[in-house]
């Protein structure tokens, strides 16, 4: 079973930083897309970003120029680098596998608080 656990959420005023990381108890990590996704209550979750194996990034408008997504194979683990962080950006932020173009394992998520 795979296990992805989430770290580096907390609460930080706007126009701060914060880096998200996932360790994934993957056999392969290395050929694995990863992506962060994100959910506020009352909505659906919403892909954030996406890294392929060849480190092939996808972003979300709302985060394009401002968030960074990237892996360490070695540690099989993948980062979040979020800065000049919005009130807007505030929710729960999920590490997941994408298999087949689809979400296939989540994590526990872990809270990003931004204020204002």
């Known amino acids: 079973q795979v296990q992805l656990v989430e770290s580096g959420g907390g609460l930080v005023q706007a126009g701060g930083s914060l880096r998200l990381s996932c360790a994934a108890s993957?056999?392969?990590?290395?050929?694995?897309?990863m992506a962060w996704y994100r959910q506020v209550p009352g909505q659906q979750r919403e892909l954030v970003a996406r890294?392929?194996?060849?480190?092939?990034?996808v972003y979300t408008d709302s985060v394009k120029g401002r968030f960074t997504i990237s892996r360490d194979n070695g540690k099989k683990t993948v980062y979040l680098l979020m800065n000049s962080l919005k009130p807007e950006d505030t929710g729960t932020y999920y590490c997941?596998?994408?298999?087949?173009?689809?979400?296939?394992?989540w994590g526990q998520g872990t809270q990003v608080t931004v204020s204002s």
């Open positions: 993957l056999s392969i990590f290395n050929i694995n897309t």
């Open positions: 890294i392929t194996s060849d480190f092939s990034t």
């Open positions: 997941v596998r994408v298999v087949g173009g689809s979400p296939r394992d």
